[in-house]
Structure formats: C-alpha cells, structure tokens
C-alpha cells in the first residue's frame, strides 16, 4: 500500500444499476386477490396449519 492511498474514500467505479421498477411503487394500490388466488391461499394455509412443524432435538 502506498502513502497516497491514505484516506481516500475507496468507491465503486461505477454507481449500481437503479433496482427494478417493481420495488418501487409509490402510492400504488395493491390489485386485489382473485377468487381463484383466494382459494390457493386459503388451501395452502390449511395444509401449513396440518404440516407438524420440525423440532431442534
């Protein structure tokens, strides 16, 4: 290492890409639920709630 890197602030060449644009939803209102994504829904929680859960022995 070299005197001249002293304090300098080591950054990114290049600044990160901006995130997608799903991440950024401001103000927007969810969709609602279909009845069929319902259903799923309500079908994988009662097989959650059934499933034992494992134990650290």
Do not use: C
Not at 23 to 49: I, S, Y
């Amino acid at each position: 290492m070299s005197n001249s890197d002293h304090g300098v602030d080591h950054v990114l060449a290049y600044p990160e890409p901006p995130a997608s644009p799903l991440w950024h939803r401001h103000g927007a209102k969810p969709r609602p639920l279909t009845d069929t994504q319902r259903q799923r829904n309500r079908e994988l929680l009662v097989l959650a709630q059934r499933k034992p859960r494992a134990t650290a022995a």
